[in-house]
């Protein structure tokens, strides 16, 4: 079986041609009452014409879900019948698409430019050149291999011996490409900043930054779907990929307190989670590495888009954290020195109470398995005043977004050292 999974695999990547999205709309939807939620809940979990950017949480907040030029009918039904307010934000998804991608590609370098989103060759190349630019601060490695076989690389930034460490894990999720724009800046400026904050977090803390944590699902949306999300392993004859943020271990597929796994047991389904933890030899790669290093690390940081938020666990439970105060003060401050940087307004809190159930996830699988006790996922740009653009985030906010992230991550390690960390 796994010889015929293997074949069509070869078949399809041999003959896929790029999938595009000209006239595909996304919406906005108003989530007013429990019908609508139920049915929305329902339509997210069972159709495979549908794809939603956000899931149906609660009443009172708002979905965005991306319909299909053949399910306009179909929708404009659904929103009848439920009475449901919605918005088009994008009218034609190809176009932003098409406006994100660059008019000429870097194909190898040994620098890398910010006005571009750039390929998994050039990361790894100039993730390799920081090393041998500096030697003493900057030792690269490879934690593991992707299920196509492409490196998981690791940069460990230490400048002074004795430091307690922060693990970033970047680009977890295909689609969300200005998650590793965003951690090679912040490498660049950590190497290259002359401001003195930088400095000190940079010098005193020991920083370990997987960039691109799912290399294949990256590669291809920059060949075949842009719109992408999981791995590319082989599941069955129609089905690939795992959500890797639904495959650790720690409250794998456990239900929240209203029976929401936020996962999915369909290997089809966006959020699958996989036929067990662990399944994906990146989420193993990640989970191995803090194995053999465990008790180094203060802080744990995933960074996605889009949300404008900062994450803490539990993605399964709405209960107060032991450290609670802890974690939503030294959130709160990442928060206010992002905001002070652009104005771009950060939402602080649990995950399953201000965005929605997530079970398996790797902040939990940091906090909950390896007692990491500072644990984040950031939730970056995408939509807001600036224009709406989901995950294709136009190049021209990359630095944007970095240089907020980066002052974010000034004010984290400064307010958690207030409560003994990262000293």
Same mark, same amino acid.
């Given at each position: 079986?796994?010889?015929?999974?293997?074949?069509?695999?070869?078949?399809?990547?041999?003959?896929?041609?790029?999938?595009?999205?000209?006239?595909?709309?996304?919406?906005?939807?108003q989530?007013?009452?429990?019908?609508?939620?139920?049915?929305?809940? !329902?339509?997210?979990?069972?159709?495979?014409?549908?794809?939603?950017?956000?899931?149906?949480k609660?009443?009172?907040?708002?979905?965005?879900?991306?319909?299909?030029?053949?399910?306009?009918?179909?929708?404009?039904d659904?929103?009848?019948?439920?009475?449901?307010?919605?918005?088009?934000?994008?009218?034609?998804?190809?176009?932003?698409?098409?406006?994100?991608?660059?008019?000429?590609?870097?194909?190898?370098?040994?620098?890398?430019?910010?006005?571009?989103? !750039?390929?998994?060759?050039?990361?790894?190349?100039?993730?390799?050149? $920081?090393?041998?630019?500096?030697?003493?601060?900057?030792?690269?490695?490879?934690?593991?291999?992707?299920?196509?076989?492409?490196?998981?690389?690791?940069?460990?930034?230490s400048?002074?011996?004795?430091n307690?460490?922060?693990?970033?894990e970047?680009?977890?999720?295909?689609?969300?490409?200005?998650?590793?724009?965003?951690?090679?800046?912040?490498?660049?400026?950590f190497?290259?900043?002359?401001?003195?904050?930088?400095?000190d977090?940079?010098?005193?803390?020991?920083?370990?930054?997987?960039?691109?944590?799912?290399?294949?699902?990256?590669?291809?949306?920059?060949?075949?779907?842009?719109?992408?999300?999981?791995?590319?392993?082989? !599941?069955?004859? $129609?089905?690939?990929?795992?959500?890797?943020?639904?495959?650790?271990?720690?409250?794998?597929?456990?239900?929240?307190?209203?029976?929401?796994?936020?996962?999915?047991?369909?290997?089809?389904?966006?959020?699958?989670?996989?036929? !067990?933890?662990?399944?994906e030899?990146?989420?193993?790669?990640?989970?191995?590495?803090?194995?053999n290093?465990?008790?180094?690390?203060?802080?744990?940081?995933?960074?996605?888009?889009?949300?404008?938020?900062?994450?803490?666990?539990?993605?399964?439970?709405?209960?107060?954290?032991?450290?609670?105060?802890?974690?939503?003060?030294? &959130?709160?401050?990442?928060?206010?020195?992002?905001?002070?940087?652009h104005g771009?307004?950060?939402?602080? &809190?649990?995950?399953?109470?201000?965005?929605?159930?997530?079970?398996?996830?790797?902040?939990?699988?940091?906090?909950?398995h390896?007692?990491?006790?500072?644990?984040?996922?950031?939730?970056?740009? &995408?939509s807001?005043?600036? &224009?709406?653009?989901?995950?294709?985030?136009?190049?021209?906010?990359?630095?944007?977004?970095? =240089?907020?992230?980066?002052?974010?991550?000034?004010?984290?390690?400064?307010?958690?050292? =207030?409560?003994?960390?990262?000293?």
């Amino acid at each position: 079986m796994k010889l015929l999974y293997l074949f069509l695999f070869f078949i399809v990547a041999t003959h896929a041609e790029k999938a595009r999205f000209d006239n595909y709309r996304i919406y906005r939807i108003q989530l007013e009452n429990e019908d609508q939620l139920k049915a929305l809940r !329902q339509l997210a979990e069972t159709s495979d014409s549908y794809n939603f950017w956000s899931y149906p949480k609660k009443v009172g907040t708002s979905i965005e879900v991306m319909v299909p030029p053949h399910q306009f009918s179909h929708f404009s039904d659904i929103t009848k019948s439920l009475s449901l307010h919605h918005e088009i934000i994008i009218k034609n998804l190809q176009e932003v698409f098409d406006n994100e991608q660059p008019r000429k590609q870097t194909k190898f370098a040994s620098f890398m430019e910010w006005t571009e989103y !750039q390929s998994i060759e050039t990361i790894h190349e100039w993730l390799d050149s $920081l090393q041998v630019e500096f030697p003493n601060w900057v030792t690269v490695s490879t934690i593991g291999h992707s299920f196509q076989g492409r490196a998981l690389k690791l940069l460990k930034l230490s400048k002074n011996t004795g430091n307690r460490g922060v693990f970033v894990e970047s680009h977890v999720h295909a689609r969300e490409w200005v998650a590793s724009a965003t951690t090679t800046y912040i490498i660049d400026q950590f190497l290259r900043s002359s401001n003195p904050e930088v400095l000190d977090i940079s010098a005193n803390v020991d920083w370990y930054f997987l960039v691109i944590t799912n290399p294949d699902g990256y590669e291809y949306t920059r060949t075949e779907n842009r719109n992408w999300r999981k791995t590319r392993s082989v !599941q069955s004859p $129609l089905c690939w990929g795992v959500d890797p943020n639904r495959n650790f271990a720690h409250n794998w597929m456990v239900p929240d307190e209203y029976g929401v796994t936020g996962s999915s047991t369909s290997p089809c389904s966006d959020v699958f989670s996989g036929i !067990q933890p662990f399944s994906e030899p990146e989420t193993f790669a990640v989970h191995n590495f803090l194995s053999n290093h465990t008790g180094m690390f203060d802080v744990y940081l995933d960074m996605h888009s889009y949300d404008h938020s900062i994450l803490y666990p539990y993605g399964n439970s709405r209960s107060l954290l032991p450290n609670e105060n802890e974690v939503k003060t030294v &959130g709160d401050a990442a928060a206010a020195r992002l905001f002070a940087k652009h104005g771009i307004r950060y939402r602080v &809190g649990n995950q399953a109470l201000i965005l929605y159930a997530a079970s398996g996830n790797a902040q939990d699988h940091a906090y909950g398995h390896f007692n990491i006790p500072l644990s984040f996922t950031f939730e970056m740009r &995408g939509s807001g005043d600036y &224009g709406n653009f989901g995950f294709a985030l136009p190049p021209r906010f990359i630095i944007p977004n970095a =240089e907020e992230v980066l002052e974010a991550y000034i004010g984290l390690v400064q307010k958690a050292r =207030e409560f003994g960390r990262l000293n």
